[in-house]
Antibody, heavy 120, light 112 residues
Framework: EVQLVESGGGLVQPGRSLRLSCAAS????????MHWVRQAPGKGLEWVSG????????GYADSVKGRFTISRDNAKNSLYLQMNSLRAEDTALYYC?????????????WGQGTMVTVSS | QSVLTQPPSVSGAPGQRVTISCTGS?????????VHWYQQLPGTAPKLLIY???NRPSGVPDRFSGSKSGTSASLAITGLQAEDEADYYC????????????FGGGTKLTVL
């Protein structure tokens, strides 16, 4: 079964750091670009960051540029998001998503999400 | 303010047809980037509904269809059913944002 499972969320104080992980299974992880998408409570989807299959191409939303770092370990079938200098507005459910070339770069597989709450 | 603009809400009675618009600009939809649509049922992760403007992944009913013209795209749902009540999001890419992915603000579909 193709699956993405996020972990690492929690309650963190403003200015602190958190590292999210996404474990992939059921597909050849190193064949695909991967993304992080977040959803603030009661709000819409916001793309956060994406990384190509070999980490050669990386992008960030302006709202997180300079504070968040995306990475992957293909040997461990895992995607990561290092989040530094966290702000209240980073509070959201964070999803990892698989980009499918056959589907014209749409996100065809999503995890269940991990919740990040930034509050003092 | 989302890069792609969707109506906040639409509604329709069972059996009816509804459409959801997604308006972009010359740097995203108008630049030729494909538009994808996602359905998010309450309390669940988004699910890919339409890819490449008008294609349905396996398992998506043909009641759902997509189209694109110029700087806009649309999602149409025919034969509306109660289980279609959900949030719907369009997604594309934007050249002014270094090819980053962008989402619409989402549309809440209510089945009356």
């Amino acid at each position: 079964e193709v699956q993405l499972v996020e972990s690492g969320g929690g309650l963190v104080q403003p200015g602190r750091s958190l590292r999210l992980s996404c474990a992939a299974s059921g597909f050849t992880f190193d064949d695909y670009a991967m993304h992080w998408v977040r959803q603030a409570p009661g709000k819409g989807l916001e793309w956060v960051s994406g990384i190509s299959w070999n980490s050669g191409s990386i992008g960030y939303a302006d709202s997180v540029k300079g504070r968040f770092t995306i990475s992957r370990d293909n040997a461990k079938n895992s995607l990561y998001l290092q989040m530094n200098s966290l702000r209240a507005e980073d509070t959201a459910l964070y999803y990892c998503a698989k980009e499918e070339r056959v589907y014209d770069a749409a996100f065809d597989i999503w995890g269940q999400g991990t919740m990040v709450t930034v509050s003092s | 303010q989302s890069v792609l603009t969707q109506p906040p809400s639409v509604s329709g009675a069972p059996g009816q047809r509804v459409t959801i618009s997604c308006t972009g600009s010359s740097s995203n939809i108008g630049a030729g980037y494909d538009v994808h649509w996602y359905q998010q049922l309450p309390g669940t992760a988004p699910k890919l509904l339409i890819y490449g403007n008008s294609n349905r992944p396996s398992g998506v009913p043909d009641r759902f269809s997509g189209s694109k013209s110029g700087t806009s795209a649309s999602l149409a749902i025919t034969g509306l059913q109660a289980e279609d009540e959900a949030d719907y999001y369009c997604q594309s890419y934007d050249s002014s944002l270094s090819g980053s992915a962008v989402f619409g603000g989402g549309t809440k579909l209510t089945v009356l």
